[in-house]
């Protein structure tokens, strides 16, 4: 009788073994990296990262549209970001939840970092205007921008590229390939709602320095608290030569953002010391639809006033070219804002080679998630 129950026990782990496998493999073709599935009791837990889409919503609803006989189970989606678990969420309502001690402890167990993901190219623009100057009415700098990111460690990676000009009537920079920002970029979650951001390298906007990003946000709630502080100095670089001046600026910014109760609408308050050291407010209205984030701000320091618009989407068309081990692919984020006064700079601030917290959190919150599978 002991003998019988090993072997039934061995068959069952055999057979678990053998679904894991097969989700894993079938997972992996469909472009999903990173892939880990537990078996629980009375769940299967399928831990994920997928780098073309935003939202996690898109990725586990594609993943659940790929035939497979775990469908009947209990499923829980668990989406990695950067090599690091967010939360749960469950396969049929999207609801949300930290993780657990015991899927931390699993994930850390079964990390391998870096065997599991392809190596990323990505295409995406880099673009600047200014628009009514009296003797030149449309300024614009375009750059077409190919770069990837190498994972060195559980969280940490290291991003670089190479910039193609395309287009510059806007400076004095000239218009040869040159050096992408790169830099290193460390993302972790210490503790459940708490997310933390480090980058060291350099930065769009002509800025080179390090960057610290806290952000507190249970993504079950519509209130979400940020902290970014950073300290860079200008550079400037040519084909041939790089000017650059001290690190010497330091800014350090606050925020508070509510879901408004209407659909996908975000509320979100800013204040401290900017870019260039100019200390104020500034409000953001951000309304989501799927995968596109449209938004208005409006913003006042003691350098001016102004006000402006902004929006963020993937690129089309996605993926360009995938093999086992190698993808070419769009960006999964262009995002662009424009400010109309264009004498002072006021509540400025550069962008990262990666979202900042608070636009790649807001893509998971479980408002967003369920709204866009029709669950409200």
Partial sequence: MKKSWINIFLLLLFSAGMQAQEIKDRLYQAGFENIRVKQGKDSLKIFFEHREFRSPYHSIRYAQLLPGEEADQNLIWIPLYHNTPIGRFTADSYEFSGLSKEDRLFYRKHN????????????????????GYYSDPFQIK???ILDSRIYLAPGLSLQTGIAFPVQNN????????RLAPSMLHYFAQPVNSHFVAVSLGSF??????????????????????????????????TAGSIYSEDINTLHAIADVEYRLPIENLNLK????????????????????????DL??????????????FQFAFSLWPGTIVRTKKLE?????????????NNEEPVARRYRLGVPRLDDMLRQYNEGFVQSLDGSR
């Avoid at 970092?113 to 628009?131: G, L, M, T, V």
């Avoid at 938004?295 to 402006?308: I, R």
């Fill in 204 to 237: 769009y906007y002509d800025r080179y320095g390090f960057d610290l990003q806290y952000r507190y946000n249970n993504l079950s709630s519509p209130w979400s608290f940020g902290l970014e502080t950073g300290l860079t100095g200008f550079y400037w670089m």
């Fill in 170 to 177: 806007l400076d004095a920079q000239d218009t040869k390939p």
């Fill in 112 to 131: 391998s970092f870096q065997e599991d993901y392809r190596f990323h190219f990505r295409i995406h623009p880099d673009f600047s205007a200014r628009f």
């Fill in 295 to 308: 938004g208005l701000h409006v913003s006042a320091t003691d350098a001016g006033v102004t006000g402006g």
């Fill in 142 to 144: 375009f750059n077409l």
């Fill in 328 to 340: 070419l692919r769009t960006t999964e984020e262009f995002r662009w804002e424009y400010s109309y």
């Fill in 269 to 292: 308050l800013s204040a401290g010391r900017f870019l260039f050291e100019d200390v104020g407010a500034r409000v953001d209205l951000i309304r989501q639809f799927g995968t596109v």
